[in-house]
Structures are given as C-alpha cells and as structure tokens.
C-alpha cells in the first residue's frame, strides 16, 4: 500500500493511466495526483476560488458586467466563455458578498416595523383580558391628580388644619384620608378584575389574532393540522416577538426568494421577444447577469450616503434600459415599451415570490 503522499501509477478518481513518472494531474479528469492532508490555507483557497471566485478574470468580468451593459452575456452567447467568470458563479458571488455585508453590518436591521408595532405586546395565541378597565383606572387617576373635589376639599381642609396651628388634627386627617383612599382603590381593584373576567368569557383575545377563532369542518384535516400547527408554534408569543421572528426569516431567505426570481425573469423576456429566436437558456444568462448587476448595485447602495445611493440608483435604471437594447436589439421605442412592462411586472411577481416565502416562513 502507498502512503498518502506518494503518486500513484494511477488516479485514483478514474483509475486512468498516469505515464511514468506520474504527472502531478490526471489527463482524463484532471484531478491533483498528489494524495495529502490539505492543509488550513488550501482550504481556504479552494473556498475563495470556488465560491467566492476571487480569481484574476473576476476583476476582468466586473469591469465587462459594470462598463458595458450586457457585452458581458452577448460574449457569453457568442461562446467566449472561459475568458470571465460562469454566469452563475458570478451571481451566487454578488448575492454572497451583499448578504454577507447585510449579515455583518447590520444593514438588515433597517427593516423595521412601525412605531405602534415595537411597543406592542401582545399575545397572538392566546386570551387576553380587556385592557379598557386598566385604561379607565389610570384615566382616573390622572383626573384626581389633575384636582378632584375630594382631593382639592381635603388639600383646602389640611391647609386651614395647619392655618389653625392643629398639627395633630392635620396629621390625623391625613391619615383618615390615606385609609379611604386605599380602601376606594381597593374596591375599584374588585371592581376591574370582575370586569375584566366577564370580558374575557365574553370576547377572548378581542384585541390580537387568535388562532382558535378560526373554524375548520370535522373532515377539513388540513385546516385543523394548519390551526394546531400554528397554535403550537406561536403560542405564549407577543406581536413584537412573532413580527421579529417574520422579519428574520424573510432576511434569512431572501436569497431564495431571489433565485426564485431568475426563472421568472427569463420567462417574462423571453415572451416580451419570443420573436428574437433565443433559447430560454439564454435569457436565463441574461437574468443571471443582470441580478448579479443588481446585487453589486444594492451592495454600494447601502454603503454610500444616501444622496450618492439615490445617484448609484438613478444609473442602474438607466443601464437596464441601455442592456435590454444591446442584447436583444430592436428599435427604442419598443424597447423602451418592453422595458416599461418588465419595470410593472417584475415588482408585481416579487411581491408574488416575497409573499409566499413569507407564508411559507410564517407556517414552517
């Protein structure tokens, strides 16, 4: 038996002929012939030239994808391929570098919810007591503050107490009234809680989801598994937990929704020139280009300052308009018709692909 550093007279992925001596790659499949450990470093530039694709023609692609739009897929198309980057390793490097930057500068943390949504804490599965007592309550304390006739007779009687030089009587009055007061709170603190258990007989959760108010028919078992499942996953939960548990879910899966996308995008210019002759394939390079552009362009958006984002915008709409002439022709007219179509359409099936990740975070 060789030892694990040692060439092989054959490879040992193919079991191909290596010559003599042995060559360090395999003809037939090219791999290494060399059997060692690999070390820290060789897995990190398997890694970067892999995925990332940190590699010399990177830079020669960007420069293609950023100057020239679409000049990148008609070299594609035109079957100079090995001079730049794949189509899909250049998109799953774009969307790996935005989401990795998203994920380490906090830029998804700009997705947030409303002010109303933050403060509240409301259980979603589960039964809540009418908060209209507690409210009441405090809105009368702030009327006593404010100056009741108890309250503004006792201050003028202590204060004519304390005139008459009667520090005795004032002090004891005072007390007396401390002892009503309590004793009043105490029957209002009755009062609420019989209040607030006949709402909650009557009109359980009246002020959050609930998903026990959802009916399913006796032979509807996936409506009543749909109920269980989400009785169980969101029970003892507040609005502001459930909205965050959403909110990092759709950050988490935006990729997915993303790649969803790219069919989506080929199919719609593929019937917007179905006359051209392309092969569906070929629009599928074109989506792949044009969301890695995409991805780069939401990237520096979200560094620069806000004015020079808007400026970095402004440009990319204007390159998509300049690609969608250069790689499928055309008078400008109707590319400017087409492009105005896809601009209504492409938002209208991402909100369409959004929504069902989003469901599909909400169920699963």
């Given at each position: 038996m060789s030892d694990g550093h040692a060439l092989d007279a054959t490879c040992r992925n193919c079991d191909a002929n290596l010559g003599e001596p042995p060559a360090n790659f395999?003809?037939?499949?090219?791999?290494?012939?060399?059997?060692?450990?690999?070390?820290?470093?060789?897995?990190?530039?398997?890694?970067?030239?892999?995925?990332?694709?940190?590699?010399?023609?990177?830079?020669?692609?960007?420069?293609?994808?950023?100057?020239?739009?679409?000049?990148?897929?008609?070299?594609?198309?035109?079957?100079?391929?090995?001079?730049?980057?794949?189509?899909?390793?250049?998109?799953?490097?774009?969307?790996?570098?935005?989401?990795?930057?998203?994920?380490v500068a906090g830029l998804g943390s700009a997705i947030t919810f409303s002010a109303e949504d933050a403060k509240a804490d409301k259980p979603l599965i589960s039964v809540r007591v009418n908060a209209d007592p507690a409210s009441n309550s405090n809105a009368s304390t702030g009327k006593d503050k404010q100056g009741s006739p108890a309250t503004s007779n006792g201050a003028a009687k202590h204060e004519e107490d304390a005139a008459d030089g009667d520090i005795d009587k004032m002090v004891k009055g005072i007390v007396a009234e401390a002892a009503e007061t309590a004793k009043q709170g105490a029957a209002a603190g009755e009062k609420a809680a019989e209040v607030a258990s006949e709402n909650t007989a009557k009109s359980p959760n009246d002020d959050s989801i609930n998903v026990a108010d959802v009916d399913c028919a006796a032979d509807e078992k996936a409506c009543q598994w749909l109920k269980d499942h989400l009785k169980a996953k969101y029970k003892g939960k507040t609005q502001t937990q459930v909205l965050g548990m959403l909110r990092d879910g759709a950050i988490a899966n935006i990729p997915y929704a993303m790649f969803m996308m790219l069919p989506l995008f080929a199919l719609l210019t593929k019937l917007l020139y179905i006359n051209r002759g392309y092969y569906y394939g070929e629009h599928v390079v074109y989506a792949l280009h044009i969301h890695a552009f995409t991805f780069f362009v939401m990237l520096m958006a979200a560094l620069l300052p806000s004015w020079l984002a808007v400026v970095v915008l402004v440009a990319a709409a204007i390159y998509y308009l300049v690609a969608l002439h250069r790689f499928f022709g055309g008078n400008w007219f109707l590319t400017f018709i087409r492009y105005g179509v896809i601009g209504i359409l492409y938002p209208i099936m991402l909100t369409f692909v959004a929504s069902f990740v989003l469901i599909f975070i909400a169920i699963v």
């Open positions: 395999c003809s037939a499949c090219g791999q290494d012939t060399l059997n060692h450990p690999p070390t820290f470093w060789e897995f990190v530039h398997e890694f970067i030239t892999h995925y990332v694709a940190l590699e010399g023609k990177l830079w020669k692609t960007l420069w293609l994808l950023f100057v020239k739009p679409a000049e990148l897929t008609r070299e594609y198309r035109a079957g100079r391929k090995q001079r730049y980057i794949s189509p899909l390793r250049l998109y799953i490097t774009a969307s790996f570098l935005f989401f990795l930057v998203v994920k």
